[in-house]
């Protein structure tokens, strides 16, 4: 309550001159066009979510992201549990890294599909928002806790290994559509009114690679997203040709897939 309370009752950013807050206002309304295209569905468990397709996180989230959208109390629910777990310290130290992503928080936080507050005043696709920022909230944070349990459980904790701890992070975070943007991350905002979903798009590269360039925990985490999301790409792209779909299954082809 006493988040939501700051959240709601902090003022706007002000803009010294009229073109900063056209240019601003200009951009939260691209975005708000954006959301209304891409709201009123449930696409981000098979979208962003897609990597984690069929684990205990994703089911679990999956069943939970209904209520999401019904009531904003359940997505208070998931903040409070967060902050109640074993790992919430460690979660918060790298929570940026994660995409933990709580609603009303700022630009460039926010999930890009629903990255304008004037969504919250748009009937219906609030509700959207919620769902969408409650299932990809929910399997990072279950995700990456549930890690560090594991390798704790084995011996190979690595609670006290802040950067092993943010490279499982980043991991996370890529292999659920939410990649890194390096030197461009200041630019988010900005990239994301000429591109679609720049993290997203950013993602799709991080995931292939991020199985060669992290170590440890994090090495195996990409790993296995990087097997998910193949596994099920090949899955549908099976059942659509059995179906009787025109599928191109020549790698050489602009169109594989």
Do not use: C
């Amino acid at each position: 309550e006493l988040v939501e309370f700051m959240r709601d009752h902090t003022p706007e950013k002000r803009y010294p001159t009229v073109l900063g807050s056209v240019k601003a206002n200009a951009a939260d309304v691209l975005s708000v066009l954006r959301s209304i295209k891409t709201g009123f569905d449930l696409s981000a468990s098979l979208r962003q979510g897609a990597a984690y397709f069929g684990t205990k996180q994703w089911n679990n989230a999956f069943v939970r992201m209904f209520g999401y959208a019904k009531s904003k109390s359940s997505l208070d629910e998931l903040e409070a549990s967060m902050y109640n777990n074993k790992y919430s310290d460690q979660a918060m130290e790298v929570k940026r890294d994660l995409g933990l992503t709580m609603l009303g928080e700022t630009f460039t936080q926010r999930e890009e599909a629903f990255a304008s507050k004037f969504i919250r005043h748009i009937p219906l696709l609030k509700n959207s928002e919620r769902a969408y920022e409650g299932f990809l909230n929910d399997v990072r944070f279950n995700r990456f806790v549930d890690v560090l349990g594991q390798l704790d459980k084995a011996g190979n904790g690595i609670t006290d290994n802040k950067q092993a701890m943010k490279d499982l992070a980043k991991v996370i975070a890529a292999a659920t559509g939410r990649g890194e943007l390096y030197a461009f991350e200041q630019s988010a905002k900005g990239l994301s009114t000429i591109l679609f979903s720049p993290r997203f798009l950013v993602s799709r590269f991080q995931i292939m690679y991020n199985p060669i360039v992290k170590n440890g925990a994090a090495r195996i985490e990409a790993a296995k997203s990087l097997a998910r999301i193949a596994g099920i790409s090949v899955a549908v792209v099976g059942l659509a040709k059995m179906a009787g779909g025109s599928v191109e299954d020549d790698t050489r082809s602009s169109d594989f897939g």
